[in-house]
Each structure stands twice: as C-alpha cells, then as structure tokens.
C-alpha cells in the first residue's frame, strides 16, 4: 500500500505574500525563513516527509511548525521565549552607562567592556553581550577624541616643530607600500 501525501495545508487570506518574503528575506532570521519555506512546502502539497529531506529538518520538525501554523497563523511561526535564569543586568542601563563618557579618573577616552565590567561590578561578557545585542561598538565613534595624555601639547610641539624646522643634514625617507 502506498503512503499518499497529506492534503495541502490552507494558507490564510494574504499569508502567501508574506510567507515568499520571509523565505526570500536575507535581512530576517534564517529560523523563521525555514518555517515560512516549511508551511508554504505543505500548502503546495508536499509529503511530510519530502518537506523534511528538502528543508534538511526532521518529519516530526515539520508536523510541529504546520501545527503551530495552523493553532496560530503566522505569529506562531515566531521564536517563543527560551527558558533559562533570568538576566540579572538590564542591557539597557549598560548601554546608556556605554554611551557617557568615562570618568577622568581613568584616563580614557572611550569604554571597554572590561573597564565598563569593572566599573558597573558586573562581568566584561555582560557588557560584550548587551553591546551585541545593541550594536554598540565604543571604540568606532566617528567623532573626535582628545587624548587624556597630559603631555600632549609638548609632544604636538615637538613633532611641528620637526617639520616646520628641521635639523640641518636631516635625512628624510620614503616608503613605498
């Protein structure tokens, strides 16, 4: 006896449409792309099991997410929350801590996660991990820094004045890159 496909799955009104543009998205999650690819596999008609070999999940994976599909239409096909202990730290208060300059103290310009993990009393993963979600990266700021060097001025004016008065019988070299 043969195994017949299981009937086509019924796509609500419209869900189509934004089905093909999550699947085709390459800005989305790749997650949600499988799942959308997976309901529109079954709403043309594929087996069960031709669905699973074509997307690389299990038969089982894929009964899942046409059940979610059809309890919940396509809010069910998004990540439900993990289970798991609790963030202790707020991301958003590192981020904002992240984005105020650093105490004179110091002497720096900008944060690392390991100066900012210091400062908070929390972990440098904590703070690596809250910049990632955010996309924070404080040492690309695109503004200018003054340097907390204190002898900055001497040091500016010494290399000016190599340039604008060199030495007698300077020898000055070229390389090419």
Same mark, same amino acid.
């Given at each position: 006896?043969?195994?017949?496909?299981?009937?086509?799955?019924?796509?609500?009104?419209?869900?189509?449409?934004?089905?093909?543009?999550?699947?085709?998205?390459?800005?989305?999650?790749?997650?949600?792309?499988?799942?959308?690819?997976?309901?529109?596999?079954?709403?043309?008609?594929?087996?069960?099991?031709?669905?699973?070999?074509?997307?690389?999940?299990?038969?089982?994976?894929?009964?899942?997410?046409?059940?979610?599909?059809?309890?919940? $239409?396509?809010? $069910?096909?998004?990540?439900?929350?993990?289970?798991?202990?609790?963030?202790?730290? &707020?991301?958003?208060?590192?981020?904002?801590?992240?984005?105020?300059?650093?105490?004179?103290?110091?002497?720096?310009?900008?944060?690392?996660?390991?100066?900012? $993990?210091?400062?908070?009393?929390?972990?440098?993963?904590?703070?690596?991990r809250a910049?990632?979600?955010?996309?924070?990266?404080?040492?690309?700021?695109?503004?200018?820094?003054?340097?907390?060097?204190?002898?900055?001025?001497?040091?500016?004016? &010494?290399?000016? $004045?190599?340039?604008?008065?060199?030495?007698?019988?300077?020898?000055?070299?070229?390389?090419?890159?």
């Amino acid at each position: 006896m043969a195994n017949r496909p299981a009937p086509a799955l019924g796509l609500r009104e419209g869900d189509r449409d934004r089905l093909t543009r999550l699947v085709r998205s390459t800005a989305g999650r790749a997650g949600l792309a499988q799942r959308a690819r997976i309901v529109l596999l079954a709403a043309d008609g594929l087996s069960n099991t031709a669905i699973a070999e074509r997307v690389a999940v299990s038969r089982p994976t894929v009964i899942g997410w046409q059940d979610r599909y059809v309890a919940s $239409g396509l809010e $069910g096909l998004a990540d439900e929350p993990r289970s798991g202990r609790p963030r202790e730290h &707020d991301h958003r208060s590192i981020v904002a801590a992240t984005l105020a300059p650093p105490p004179k103290k110091y002497g720096v310009t900008h944060w690392s996660s390991r100066l900012l $993990g210091r400062h908070l009393k929390v972990g440098n993963a904590t703070i690596a991990r809250a910049w990632r979600d955010y996309g924070v990266q404080p040492w690309r700021v695109e503004t200018f820094k003054f340097s907390t060097d204190p002898e900055l001025v001497a040091k500016v004016t &010494d290399v000016v $004045g190599l340039y604008l008065a060199p030495p007698e019988n300077a020898i000055v070299l070229c390389v090419d890159e």
